[in-house]
């Protein structure tokens, strides 16, 4: 996405892994990201990120991860399972209750790809890939922003606001934990120019004040 490469202005390096779940590498590739072998998503992920830190282009505390939608998942569930690995976590509008997600308006249609809780295999491959379900009472967690469309038709928004809440509840690393509801949004799709550069200009400067980017951080007041 041409907006990300904002982040290489600021002296970032934006990394674009192709996690399997995706269509880059081929149909078997796209299948080894589904059901019971979704893990492999958010494991290519992690994978993706630890190679960055071992090779020096970065370190753990200046790693931030985004992903929409589905990739509310890949976010997720990477978060809860390396919380040690990432700086900042960006899951927007995204899949964060997935055992739950066919009981929403949009449910039924990703069942093919997510699975269904009606089937006991399946069922197990959704309670993996629901990061809620992952998240653990006193662990310190990455700075989060969360965000949710209050009229998306696709992931509604009681996914992320539930995920939010309970992160902050679990969360002891002092980082914030951000849920942030447009109101007169929902899933991205058609938004304005100005919406789009709204949206963008928020994950950026999140991502960039948590990762300690000079010209991003608060001003320092003196206290008489």
């Known amino acids: ?96 209750n997935a055992v739950r997600m066919e009981n929403s308006p949009n449910g039924p249609a990703n069942t093919p790809e997510f699975g269904t809780m009606q089937k006991e295999e399946e069922a197990k491959g959704l309670l993996e890939m629901d990061a809620y379900q992952h998240l653990t009472p006193g662990t310190k967690y990455p ?9 998306d038709p696709r992931v509604i928004a009681w996914q992320p606001a539930k995920f939010a809440a309970r992160l902050q509840a679990s969360n002891t690393s002092g980082k914030p934990i951000l849920f942030f509801t447009d109101y007169d949004a929902g899933h991205g799709i058609g938004d304005s120019r100005r919406k789009q550069f709204e949206s963008i200009a928020d994950l950026l400067a999140f991502g960039l004040w948590q990762t300690g980017a000079p010209g991003f951080q608060p001003l320092t007041t003196a206290v008489k």
């Open 143 to 151: 700075a989060t922003l969360v965000t949710a469309g209050f009229n």
């Open 1 to 96: 996405m041409p907006t990300f490469l904002l982040w290489t202005q600021q002296g970032g390096i934006l990394a674009c892994p192709h996690v399997r779940g995706g269509g880059e590498l081929g149909e078997a590739w796209h299948k080894a990201g589904q059901k019971t072998t979704k893990p492999n998503t958010w494991k290519d992920l992690i994978a993706c990120a630890d190679y960055l830190v071992k090779n020096q282009y970065t370190s753990p505390g200046k790693v931030a991860i985004n992903g929409g939608s589905a990739g509310g998942i890949l976010i997720g569930r990477a978060m809860t399972e390396r919380p040690d690995l990432f700086a900042v976590a960006i899951p927007e509008v995204g899949i964060l």
